[in-house]
C-alpha cells in the first residue's frame, strides 16, 4: 500500500486543506472525530493512503497544518472536525504575526524552523509503510503559503529526492482592480521557481477561473470563500479518486503524474470539472459567512464582487437554480463539456496552443463500450488538439464512486490537463512583476530579509525561470520542439535536472 503526506500550508492551503478533509471522510465514511461508521469497516476503498488507524480504531489523516498566524488553524481546532487531526502535527509560529505577504519573511521563519518542521515530516514518513510522495495545498501570491512552502518544496527535494512531489497551487487575479496585495507578483515569480525546481507535478487553481465558474455555472452571485473552497475540495477528491478507489490503471501517484508530464519542466496541470453542483446546505453555509472573506491566494472578496456582478436590477440577475437542479449525463455529454472552456479552471484560453496530455477520471457506473465510442467521437469532432511531435496522449479512467455519499448524477468527470495555454499565466504573472520591478517598487521589506539584504538577484533569477518555463510551454506547440534548447546551456537554475529528478527514479 502506498501513502501520501498532506502538506496544508498558509491561510489559503489551510482552507482548502480543511475542505478536502471533509469531504474524503465523507466519502470514506469516517465521522469528523475519525471514527469509522459501522457500515465503511467492511468496505473495499483505501482508506491508508491519505489516514492511518490509531490503537483506538480512529483514522487519523496523514497531514501537517503549517502557518505562521493562528486564525485559520484555530478555526480548524475549533470545528466539528478537531479531533480528526494529530495535534503533534500542527505548527503554528509562536509569534503568531505571520509573514506580512512577505515571500522573503515567510522562507526565513520557515527556515528558523527547519528542525521541528523537519522533525515533523520525518515522524510522520517513518509513521508509513510505503510512502509514495507528498502533497502541498498553497497559495502563490501571499507570504506564508508562497515562502514558508517554497522552503518546505527545497527541504522535501532534498530530504526525499525518490519521493513525488505534488501541489495544488492557487494563483491570483492579476486585474489591477481586483488585487489589495501589491507585491504578489514578487511573491509569485520567486514561488514559480520554487514550483519548476522542486515540484513533479503542479495542479493550477486559477482564482479568477474559480470565480467566473461560481456565477456562471453554480449562479452564485457574489460567491464566498467557502463557495470557492468546495470547488478546489471537488478537483482535490476526484484527483484522487483513482488512488482511494483503485481500478486497473492510475491507481497510485506515480502512475497518475507519468501520464501527464511527457517531459520534467512542463508539469503545470489544468483542471476542469462536470456536472458542477452545490446542495442548498452548502448554499446556505456560504452565505452565512457573508460579509464576504478573502478568498484563497489574496484578494478581498469585496473586490471580486464588482467583477462578479454589479447590477442591482433583479431582472438582470442569474435565476439561482434549484437546490437539487439534475441533468441527464452521459459518458459522451461529461468528456464533451470537459474540453469546453467554460468548464475549465484556468483563466486561459485553451482554444489556442495544444494539449500535450490529457486524462478524464470518469466517476460512476460506466460501461468501458460507452468510453471506447466517446473517444471516438471526440475524435471524429476533433474537439482536442495533440502536439505534433509526439502521440496523442488522451487517456481514461474509470473510478468508481464512494458508496457512502449520495450523489445525484448517475455519471461525473474531472479533466487532468497538460496545455500549453498555461503559458498565458505565466506571461501575466512576468508582465505583472516587470510593471513594479523596473521601479524597485516596494522592494525595501524584502531588503530587511537576510536573503535580499546583499542583492535582489535572487528575483532576476527567479524570474529567467519562470521566462524559460514559458518559452518551453510555447516551444511545444511547434513540430521541432524535440530540438528545442539542445546545444544551449541550462541557464534556468538545473532544470532539466532538478526538476526532474524525483519523478524519473520513482517512474
Known sequence: ???????????????????????????????????????ALEGDDRKDVFFYEADDARFVPRALLLDLEPRVVNNIQNSQHRDLFNPENIFVSKEGG???????????????????????????????????????????????????????????????????????????????????????????ILTLKRLAVNADCVVVLDNTALNRIAVDRLR????????????VSTVMAAST????????????????????????????????????????????????????????????AGKDERMVHTSTDPRERPPPPPAGAVRKTSVLDVMRRLTQAKNIMVSANTRKGCYLSLLNIIQ???????????????????LVSFIPWGPATFNVALSRKSPYVE????????????????SQLFAKTLTAYDRIRKRNAFVENYRREPMFADSLDEFDDSRDVVQSLRDEYIA??????????????????????DGGGAFASDA
Open 1 to 39: 500500500m502506498k501513502e501520501i503526506i498532506t502538506l496544508c500550508v498558509g491561510q489559503c492551503g489551510n482552507q482548502i486543506g480543511s475542505e478536502f478533509w471533509k469531504q474524503i471522510t465523507a466519502e470514506h465514511g469516517i465521522r469528523p472525530n475519525g471514527v469509522p461508521e459501522d457500515f
Open 98 to 188: 505571520g509573514a506580512g505577504n512577505n515571500w522573503a519573511s515567510g522562507h526565513r521563519q520557515a527556515e528558523e524552523n527547519a528542525e521541528l518542521l523537519a522533525d515533523m515530516l520525518d515522524r510522520e514518513a517513518d509513521n508509513s509503510d510505503s510512502l509514495e510522495g507528498f502533497v502541498l495545498t498553497h497559495s502563490i501570491a501571499g507570504g506564508t503559503g508562497s515562502g514558508m512552502g517554497s522552503y518546505i518544496l527545497e527541504h522535501l527535494n532534498d530530504h526525499f529526492p525518490k519521493k513525488l512531489v505534488s501541489t495544488y497551487s492557487v494563483f491570483p487575479n492579476w486585474e489591477e482592480d481586483q488585487s489589495d496585495v501589491v507585491v504578489q507578483p514578487y511573491n509569485s
Open 220 to 231: 452564485i452571485p457574489n460567491p464566498s470563500v467557502h463557495h470557492v473552497n468546495s470547488l
Open 241 to 300: 479518486t483513482t488512488l482511494r478507489y483503485p481500478g486497473y490503471t492510475n491507481n497510485d501517484l506515480v502512475g497518475l503524474v507519468a501520464s501527464l508530464v511527457p517531459t520534467p519542466r512542463c508539469h503545470f496541470l489544468m483542471t476542469g470539472y462536470t456536472p458542477l453542483t452545490i446542495s442548498a446546505d452548502e448554499l446556505a453555509r456560504g452565505d452565512a459567512s457573508k460579509p464576504p472573506q478573502q478568498l484563497p491566494g489574496s484578494e478581498p
Open 364 to 382: 460512476g457506473d460506466v460501461d468501458p463500450t460507452q468510453v471506447h465510442k466517446a473517444l471516438q467521437r471526440v475524435r471524429e469532432r476533433r
Open 407 to 422: 450523489t445525484k448524477h448517475k455519471v461525473s468527470g474531472l479533466l487532468l490537463a497538460n496545455h500549453t495555454c498555461v
Open 476 to 497: 511545444a506547440e511547434s513540430p521541432d520542439y524535440v530540438e528545442w534548447g539542445v546545444g544551449e546551456e541550462d541557464d534556468a537554475g538545473g532544470l532539466l535536472d
